[in-house]
């Protein structure tokens, strides 16, 4: 380590000058400059498909760039591949981590590497080395736990000493809060200034700004493919850096008209249901959720949100309890049938259930109502004159962007394919709108745009029930707030009465009648 | 083909959108297609080089040999009528590999499927020929269909179930099906004039008038493909084919099996029932490959028979089905030229056999080798799409990209 923190502050480690990355059609990035110094968090901003994941890319050896020269402690270098990039120090922890859940800790990072006994495993050795590693970065992790045992910010800690691991110099960290409760962030934090401490330089890259604020001394921000400004952090606003990304103002609070909440729409009593693993994912969970009202579902990811989400678009079956719409028990309905009910659903996962990428926008337009009589003849033939005629409105009104309604989805933007979904969702006018992770991965204009459709829909006296990772959205657009934890639903605030410590605490655990804050 | 019918049916989008870019779009489309073929191309050069330097380490002139597989597939009115002759089953059986592709299932049992087709049909035709006369042709087709693909469905019906692999069960069940076919044409089924004798498995002869007519085309001179052994089979064929296409993709029914085959997760969200999904498309292959097997006996052996192989009766129009529904895009008019090429391959071997005096194994393996060729150009094309939007890749992709129809 000694040797990195000498180096500090005497030019930079890592620069890239005048990157360019063109993919048909698009520049991806396009002479874009970008420089780390040992010692310092450099946060990487901008919207999806600002360039942040291609410049990293190019840097991690994943793709070559057509034009711009990276240097490393000064000397010009090409890397050709991830595992050149880990030979020269660069490492990175990406969004979705690239463990075996079956094997252990140790495993993991020896998975991969040459093994100092030959043929032999030698991972007393690595394990030895890792706990070393650990203990001096104040990363704690029990190297013998199988992955599958740790908690996600566990398993984020787990890729960062893999990093260190193996030489790592340079750490690029993409999206590392997506998937972290509010605790495990500062834990984050607390380890990324530690290793700059060490000397170490890391490149941060997010959208969410009062983090980059938080732990970044300098900030790169990206537009378009293009540079915008690389600005120190201490000055910096939230304002100032959401009209760097976007290009314009920015909107930092939306009209919100009083509740005018009218009859259940929804209605949850005692509801159980198993998850993936067969093992309880929801347990006892009642709600209600009205006409006009929205309905926020807060809690870190994996307390049974999704379970809640799928039991209630049935696709997944409740092992008790009782489900209505409007009167109308769907516990015992198939997908299509409560579908028909009036029930519209934004997926979580917009990739996976949402679309199939390789249809066209007016076939994933469709693909809710295919066999309706708006969509083809007799249920049979379909009408792409009608299908071509919708989806035009919709790519028109919901400002989609895309070439064509023929453009396969997978061309298109995540920000458009939400859109795509919204407008497939809102256009069959439902009952109750079920909305899960709405802005997952979209850019602040699109969030715009979808919270404000949200609240257009609350309006005309939709029920929606929203279940999001993301507080701030839960707080801005929610009447009632309940948190989901292990299952269980163990609080719940009205609009008027939120404490942001009383939610977080619900989420890492605490319960109402516990309300002892499990962090602060 | 399928490049063509793709472009007349973006031309016929654009039409809406406006004439002047839709030209430009069309242009644009042709010359995509066109660079999508070249390494199509590319590859049949590849493999007829690597067929000729085997040919010349056997001492066996190149040249001549091509030229003789040429003319044998396509040299004369009568090569050709065999090519398409050989050609008829094999798109049968594509068409219906298509469609299981399609939705998500491979299905190796087009074997299968052909010979319980042909044992159904061949049963109806030999007890109720003479008293319905041409009439029963359709009643065998139907019954041809419904025993193909019910051996099929019970494939799909295990994997929707039980989640058996497709592969293996099919693969299974061909057996089965041989075996069913080695007794049944033994035993039941046997020609009654050949019990007791030392016969070959094989049925009695149909009556003339369930045979499936010779097909003629009438020039303004001569008949195209008179005194030859190509019958109407290949019409219903092509027919097929059409009809495959429009339900794949003008219906409804076609959408929930592509959605299926394309993203399980997306269609379950979408209400679609998958495994009644899964049920119909190999239910829809196996009678597809049901009526590979009738055609053959109503239109070309006039009975059922075998030498007790697997391949006895299909002459492995069941596996082949499988390459040429590769080789077309994985589209039913996209099987149509293909599966000529292949029955060119396969008729054009035995002149060029003839002509070189070399072993069958030999013809076999350059057979062999064109199709690694061509099979291994689609898949660089699929790697170059991949590069192209420069994401991943999964096991759906093995899918080629999808027509747009909207």
């Known amino acids: 380590m000694s040797n990195l923190a000498t180096k500090r502050d005497v030019e930079p480690v890592l620069q890239m000058r005048g990157m360019v990355k063109a993919f048909p059609g698009v520049k991806a990035i396009d002479q874009v400059d970008f420089d780390l110094h040992n010692g310092e968090v450099h946060a990487l901003l901008g919207e999806n498909g600002a360039g942040k994941s291609t410049l990293m890319k190019v840097l991690y050896?994943?793709?070559?760039?057509?034009?711009?020269?990276?240097?490393?402690?000064?000397?010009?270098?090409?890397?050709?591949?991830?595992?050149?990039?880990?030979?020269?120090?660069?490492?990175?922890?990406?969004?979705?981590?690239?463990?075996?859940?079956?094997?252990?800790?140790?495993?993991?990072?020896?998975?991969?590497?040459?093994?100092?006994?030959?043929?032999?495993?030698?991972?007393?050795?690595?394990?030895?080395?890792?706990?070393?590693?650990?203990?001096?970065?104040?990363?704690?992790?029990?190297v013998h736990a199988p992955i599958w045992q740790l908690a996600v910010g566990e398993q984020q800690r787990v890729e960062i000493l893999r990093a260190l691991y193996k030489g790592a110099a340079i750490l690029i960290l993409d999206e590392p809060t997506a998937v972290l409760t509010p605790g495990e962030v500062d834990d984050l934090f607390r380890v990324l200034r530690q290793m700059t401490a060490e000397g170490h330089g890391c490149i941060f890259i997010s959208h969410k700004l009062h983090e980059v604020l938080a732990i970044s001394q300098r900030i790169t921000v990206l537009r378009d493919g293009r540079l915008v400004d690389t600005i120190e952090t201490e000055g910096a606003t939230r304002a100032q850096l959401a009209e760097m990304m976007v290009g314009r103002p920015v909107l930092q609070n939306y009209q919100f008209p009083p509740l005018n909440a009218g009859t259940p729409r929804l209605t949850l009593r005692g509801v159980n249901a198993l998850n993936e693993r067969e093992e309880p994912g929801l347990i006892d969970v009642s709600l209600e959720v009205h006409s006009g009202e929205i309905v926020g579902i807060a809690g870190v990811s994996g307390n049974g949100q999704r379970e809640l989400a799928q039991v209630i678009a049935g696709l997944r079956p409740a092992t008790s309890g009782t489900l209505e719409m409007e009167g109308t028990a769907i516990e015992r309905l198939n997908p299509a049938e409560i579908k028909d009910l009036g029930l519209s659903y934004i997926p979580e996962e917009r990739m996976e259930?949402?679309?199939?990428?390789?249809?066209?926008?007016?076939?994933?337009?469709?693909?809710?109502?295919?066999?309706?009589?708006?969509?083809?003849?007799?249920?049979?033939?379909?009408?792409?004159?009608?299908?071509?005629?919708?989806?035009?409105e919709a790519i028109r009104d919901y400002e989609i962007k895309t070439p064509a309604s023929s453009t396969k989805v997978k061309s298109l933007s995540g920000g458009n394919i939400q859109k795509l979904v919204l407008a497939r969702e809102l256009d069959r006018n439902p009952r109750v709108l079920l909305a899960a992770q709405p802005i997952r991965g979209v850019d602040i204009g699109a969030t715009e745009y979808i919270h404000q459709r949200l609240l257009d829909e609350r309006e005309k006296g939709t029920a929606i029930l929203l279940i999001s990772e993301d507080l701030d959205e839960i707080q801005l657009l929610s009447d009632r707030i309940l948190v989901m934890y292990e299952g269980r639903i163990v609080g719940e605030m009205k609009r008027e009465e939120v404490v942001l410590q009383q939610l977080g605490a619900w989420m890492a655990g605490a319960t109402e009648e516990d309300p002892a804050p499990a962090f602060a | 083909m399928p490049f063509v019918s793709q472009i007349a049916h973006d031309s016929a989008i654009q039409t809406a959108t406006g004439l002047q870019a839709g030209l430009k779009n069309f242009a644009r489309a042709s010359f995509g297609r066109l660079l999508d073929l070249l390494p199509g191309l590319i590859a049949l050069v590849g493999a007829f080089l690597v067929s000729a330097f085997i040919l010349l380490t056997l001492d066996a002139d190149p040249i001549k040999a091509f030229s003789a597989m040429w003319s044998g597939a396509f040299g004369n009115e009568n090569a050709t009528a065999n090519t398409l002759t050989k050609a008829t089953p094999i798109l049968f059986v594509a068409i219906g590999i298509t469609v299981a592709f399609r939705g998500g299932v491979i299905n190796i049992g087009g074997e299968g499927q052909m010979i319980t087709g042909a044992l159904a049909g061949s049963a109806i035709t030999l007890s109720l020929g003479d008293e319905l006369g041409f009439w029963v042709i359709p009643l065998a087709l139907l019954a041809a269909f419904l025993a193909g693909g019910f051996f099929g469905a019970i494939a799909g019906f295990l994997k929707a179930q039980f989640d058996v692999n497709e592969i293996l069960s099919t693969i299974m069940l061909n057996q089965v099906a041989v075996q069913l076919m080695n007794y049944l044409l033994n035993g039941p089924m046997l020609d009654p004039t050949k019990v007791g004798t030392n016969h070959v498995p094989e049925t009695a002869r149909i009556v003339d008038a369930a045979k499936i007519p010779r097909f003629r085309l009438p020039l303004a001179d001569h008949l195209l493909f008179d005194r030859t052994s190509l019958h109407w089979g290949l019409i219903l064929a092509v027919l097929m084919a059409v009809v495959i296409y429009i339900f794949m993709w003008k219906t409804t029914f076609g959408f929930r099996i592509r959605a299926v085959g394309y993203k399980e997760r997306a269609a379950r969200?979408?209400?679609?029932?998958?495994?009644?999904?899964?049920?119909?498309?190999?239910f829809l292959a196996g009678g597809l490959s049901g009526l590979a097997g009738i055609v053959q006996v109503l239109g070309l052996t006039y009975r059922l028979k075998t030498d007790g192989s697997p391949a006895g009766f299909t002459g492995n129009a069941g596996f082949n089905g499988i390459v040429v529904a590769l080789f077309g895009g994985l589209t039913p008019l996209g099987a149509i030229p293909a599966s000529v090429f292949f029955g060119g391959l396969l008729v054009g071997a035995q002149k060029m056999q003839r002509e070189i005096q070399g072993a069958s194994s030999l013809i076999t393996s350059i057979n062999g080798i064109i199709v690694v060729f061509v099979v291994a150009s689609q898949i660089f094309i699929l790697r170059r799409a991949r590069r192209r939007v420069g994401g991943e890749i999964d096991a759906q992709t093995i899918l080629p990209t999808e027509e747009t129809n909207a």
């Open chain 1, 353 to 392: 259930d949402g679309v199939i990428t390789e249809f066209s926008v007016a076939e994933n337009y469709m693909l809710r109502d295919y066999d309706s009589t708006k969509f083809s003849r007799n249920g049979v033939f379909l009408r792409f004159d009608a299908v071509d005629q919708a989806c035009s």
């Open chain 1, 61 to 142: 050896g994943m793709y070559s760039p057509d034009a711009g020269e990276i240097l490393l402690d000064g000397q010009a270098t090409k890397i050709n591949s991830p595992s050149e990039a880990i030979a020269q120090g660069i490492g990175m922890i990406h969004q979705h981590f690239m463990l075996v859940p079956s094997l252990t800790v140790v495993e993991n990072v020896a998975l991969g590497m040459k093994s100092s006994r030959g043929y032999r495993l030698d991972l007393d050795d690595v394990a030895a080395k890792l706990e070393q590693l650990s203990h001096d970065y104040n990363l704690s992790v029990n």
């Open chain 2, 269 to 282: 969200y979408a209400g679609i029932n998958v495994k009644q999904q899964m049920v119909l498309s190999m």
